[in-house]
């Protein structure tokens, strides 16, 4: 089976003349079906000012560069509830990820990403196995890089931190932040039941630095959103914790606050240098509109 894995994605470039949604911009500026454009949005084909933008609400300001890719997509679409394909080539994947499964195996038949997209490789004749790199938790959704091969996987851990330039989070946590925004900065460390709490001082554990941003308040939540200076295991849950504001429907480090019956928690932005070409990646999602729903 041939792979439509293309060298030089050529893409139509378009400048912004006024404001209006992505999804409406494209529709009367390009001369293509209202399907074609939507699929070509969902197969990652459309660059806003160089990022990948895949949600259709996404508001253009006048001078804005979008890049409309007129090249095949590879035809062989990922079906599953739980994780979507966002980008993949010969060396990558990237994926978003529902909640409610785990990044890779943990126990005898766990429901885990490597193993969809394993099947996934298998059925379209790919030779190739999925290689975590990084992990989300299993209620935590977002974006996710896999390597396709052992080699990339090696370059992308043993460089994780030169090669992603920006990680980003949002979250809706409880009680009201009066701030803009801040840092939050200490040491994690998990006790003997695997319990991540935090200290001022250095108490052998890792150092950890989170930038936070308020998007929206009301006097019950707040929309935040968490940038990574560092990754450590349940960083922005314990930090947020920490702050006073725990991320809403936290069993571990919440406060019974709950309004979505979910782990309020998405890694909806994730920017990377190609492990193998050296090419900028940037990959973001929209904002989940459940998040959205409680702030209107």
């Not at 509830?81 to 978003?96: H, L, N, P």
């Not at 922005?236 to 309020?264: F, Q």
Request: net charge positive; aromatic share 10%.
């Amino acid at each position: 089976m041939k792979n439509n894995y293309s060298k030089q994605e050529m893409y139509e470039h378009l400048i912004v003349q006024q404001e209006m949604p992505l999804l409406e911009w494209l529709i009367a500026n390009v001369k293509q079906s209202r399907s074609k454009i939507k699929a070509t949005m969902q197969g990652s084909g459309i660059k806003v000012d160089g990022k990948i933008v895949t949600q259709f609400d996404f508001m253009l300001r006048k001078g804005m560069r979008v890049s409309i890719s007129k090249s095949k997509k590879n035809t062989n679409q990922l079906k599953s509830r739980f994780v979507k394909i966002v980008y993949e080539d010969k060396y990558i994947v990237v994926i978003e990820k529902n909640t409610g499964i785990l990044s890779m195996a943990a126990g005898h038949k766990s429901l885990n990403v490597k193993a969809v997209l394993d099947d996934y490789f298998h059925k379209c004749h790919l030779r190739c196995r999925a290689h975590v790199v990084h992990r989300l938790d299993r209620d935590t959704s977002g974006l996710m890089i896999y390597a396709k091969d052992i080699e990339t996987e090696q370059i992308l851990e043993h460089n994780w931190q030169e090669i992603v330039y920006d990680r980003r989070y949002v979250a809706v946590v409880s009680g009201e932040i009066v701030e803009e925004g801040g840092t939050i900065a200490n040491w994690l460390k998990d006790n003997k039941a695997y319990v991540t709490f935090s200290s001022p001082v250095d108490n052998g554990g890792k150092y950890a630095v989170t930038h936070f941003h308020v998007l929206d308040r009301t006097t019950e939540h707040s929309l935040v959103e968490f940038s990574l200076e560092t990754g450590r295991k349940n960083q922005i849950r314990v930090h947020s914790a920490d702050m006073g504001h725990p991320v809403c429907g936290d069993v571990k480090y919440g406060n019974g606050d709950d309004p979505l019956h979910r782990l309020c928690l998405h890694a909806y932005m994730l920017c990377f240098y190609h492990p193998v070409t050296g090419e900028r990646m940037e990959f973001q999602t929209g904002i989940p509109n459940n998040f959205r729903q409680l702030f209107k």
